[in-house]
């Protein structure tokens, strides 16, 4: 038995977690990086976000799709087909960068690509790995695996704005397509040979509609849900076209909104910590309450702050997300049967992300009817009010830690193996 591991992360768990910090020191520059290129060639803050929109369309289109077919699928072969497709679409953008002048509709289509690819690849990984744990580990092993990937967030984000400023957005893009062909590659080991096979389902409607009850029989999930359908809109245009813009006109570049990003990093670094440690037993009433720092953020570039109070309110909402994240996934983990993992998680990011592409696509428009400052003002405010307005649900407040979690399938979970099914996040949250 390897020692320099805790006995309960297992194989698979391990090289989850390896792929997942290797995508991440790709992807987090690479999100900076499109958004350069596309102003390199000449896009507007309106282009910007349109290939931030192009970006989370797929989601929207795929996900629940995804979800069905990561809980009818072998999981491991689903993220890897998904890795393949993400590779490919972000070396061929990376070409397109550097040997040519970009078009738009290109560099949109690319992207699509890549969000198509993260449509399929979320709800099979947010499944694996939550079938890789038993129940009295769940919250130390979730906590170590977001701490592990948002450290290569950190290093992602500050590598990809210092790489943008030196070598130009191209090879940031590249080194992605490099960090997902060595991911996929490492997911191809996962070992699911101690797998029941599953019984035939009813179809893929079927699926979904299995996966659909099991959401709007839960108070606390499709409200959390709703929540983030607004959150995640407006927290991702303000990261994804005003972060850049503002760092543009007024910090001075790509290196300072890396630097900001990865304060957000270090920030859920450090929430991790607290939650490898801290088990609040009201879960998802503690989680609610850690969302309101993330209208931070909007209302640091609105008015601007410098750089080094950006970085501030950046980490804060970073440990805050980070403990609702924890959380989350303890109380997914908790309340959801294993074989269903992938379809509600599926209908989670499916809500989560249903308004990004609208809330990227209408971020030039609104900077434009009302101002940047004001608009980034209303960011802030449209995270604090449906936040407290979940409050509000009984269940989010009543929700309680059960003492052991729930146990994972099968009998390889009552020995503490890790456990995958075949077939089928996420986040990236």
């Given at each position: 038995?390897?020692?320099?591991r805790?006995?309960?992360?297992?194989?698979?768990?391990?090289?989850?977690t390896?792929?997942a910090?290797?995508?991440?020191?790709?992807?987090?520059?690479?999100?900076?990086?499109?958004?350069?290129?596309?102003?390199d060639?000449?896009?507007?803050?309106?282009?910007?976000?349109?290939?931030?929109?192009?970006?989370?369309?797929?989601l929207?289109?795929?996900?629940?799709?995804?979800?069905?077919?990561?809980?009818?699928?072998?999981?491991?072969?689903?993220?890897?087909?998904?890795?393949?497709?993400?590779?490919?679409?972000?070396?061929?953008?990376?070409?397109?960068?550097?040997?040519?002048?970009?078009?738009?509709?290109?560099?949109?289509?690319?992207?699509a690509?890549?969000g198509?690819?993260?449509?399929?690849?979320?709800?099979?990984?947010?499944?694996?790995?939550?079938?890789?744990?038993?129940?009295?580990?769940?919250?130390?092993?979730?906590?170590?695996?977001?701490?592990?990937?948002?450290?290569?967030?950190?290093?992602?984000?500050?590598l990809?704005?210092?790489?943008?400023?030196?070598?130009?957005?191209?090879?940031v893009?590249?080194?992605?397509?490099?960090?997902?062909?060595?991911?996929?590659?490492?997911?191809?080991?996962?070992?699911v040979?101690?797998?029941?096979?599953?019984?035939?389902?009813?179809?893929l409607?079927s699926?979904?509609?299995?996966g659909?009850v099991?959401?709007?029989?839960?108070?606390?999930?499709?409200?959390?849900?709703?929540?983030?359908?607004?959150?995640?809109?407006?927290?991702?245009?303000?990261?994804?076209?005003?972060?850049p813009?503002v760092?543009?006109?007024?910090?001075?570049?790509?290196?300072?909104?890396?630097?900001?990003?990865?304060?957000?990093?270090?920030?859920?670094?450090?929430g991790?910590?607290?939650?490898?440690?801290?088990?609040?037993?009201?879960?998802?009433?503690?989680?609610?309450?850690?969302?309101?720092?993330?209208?931070?953020?909007?209302?640091g570039l609105?008015?601007?702050?410098?750089?080094?109070?950006?970085?501030?309110?950046?980490?804060?909402?970073?440990?805050?997300?980070?403990?609702?994240?924890?959380?989350?996934?303890?109380a997914?983990?908790?309340?959801?049967?294993?074989?269903?993992?992938?379809?509600?998680t599926?209908?989670?990011?499916?809500?989560?992300?249903?308004?990004?592409?609208?809330?990227?696509a209408?971020?030039?428009?609104a900077?434009?009817?009302?101002?940047?400052?004001?608009a980034?003002?209303?960011?802030?405010?449209?995270v604090?009010?449906?936040?407290?307005?979940?409050?509000?649900?009984?269940?989010?407040?009543?929700?309680?830690?059960?003492?052991?979690?729930k146990?994972?399938?099968g009998?390889a979970?009552?020995?503490?193996?890790?456990?995958?099914?075949?077939?089928?996040?996420?986040?990236?949250?």
């Open positions: 038995m390897n020692r320099r805790p006995d309960w992360a297992g194989r698979n768990y391990s090289l989850l390896g792929a910090i290797i995508t991440n020191l790709g992807s987090h520059g690479a999100h900076i990086a499109a958004a350069f290129a596309v102003m060639a000449g896009g507007s803050v309106g282009d910007v976000g349109l290939i931030a929109a192009a970006r989370t369309l797929p929207v289109l795929f996900l629940l799709i995804g979800g069905a077919l990561a809980d009818r699928l072998p999981r491991h072969r689903v993220m890897v087909a998904a890795n393949v497709l993400n590779c490919l679409s972000q070396a061929a953008f990376a070409v397109l960068v550097l040997t040519g002048e970009p078009r738009l509709w290109q560099m949109m289509l690319l992207t690509l890549c198509t690819g993260t449509a399929f690849f979320n709800p099979a990984a947010e499944g694996m790995l939550l079938s890789t744990v038993s129940g009295e580990h769940s919250n130390r092993a979730f906590a170590l695996f977001r701490m592990a990937i948002n450290g290569a967030g950190i290093g992602g984000a500050a990809g704005g210092a790489m943008i400023a030196a070598v130009g957005p191209g090879w893009l590249a080194a992605d397509a490099a960090a997902f062909a060595v991911a996929g590659a490492l997911r191809a080991f996962l070992d040979s101690h797998v029941p096979d599953r019984a035939p389902g009813g179809g409607l699926d979904l509609r299995e659909w099991e959401v709007r029989s839960r108070p606390w999930l499709w409200s959390i849900v709703l929540q983030f359908s607004v959150v995640v809109a407006v927290v991702g245009a303000a990261d994804a076209v005003y972060g813009l760092a543009r006109d007024q910090l001075g570049g790509p290196a300072p909104w890396g630097v900001a990003l990865a304060f957000f990093g270090v920030g859920t670094i450090a991790a910590v607290l939650m490898m440690a801290w088990k609040p037993r009201r879960l998802l009433l503690v989680g609610t309450l850690c969302v309101f720092p993330l209208a931070l953020p909007s209302a609105a008015v601007p702050l410098p750089v080094w109070g950006l970085c501030a309110v950046m980490f804060v909402s970073g440990a805050a997300i980070e403990v609702f994240g924890v959380n989350w996934m303890t997914m983990h908790q309340e959801i049967p294993e074989e269903k993992f992938s379809r509600v599926a209908y989670d990011w499916f809500g989560s992300v249903s308004m990004l592409p609208v809330a990227t209408l971020a030039g428009p900077e434009a009817a009302f101002g940047r400052t004001q980034l003002w209303g960011c802030a405010v449209l604090i009010v449906p936040t407290a307005l979940v409050l509000l649900v009984p269940d989010v407040r009543r929700m309680t830690r059960r003492a052991h979690g146990p994972v399938a009998a979970a009552a020995a503490g193996a890790p456990v995958e099914q075949t077939p089928a996040d996420a986040v990236g949250h």
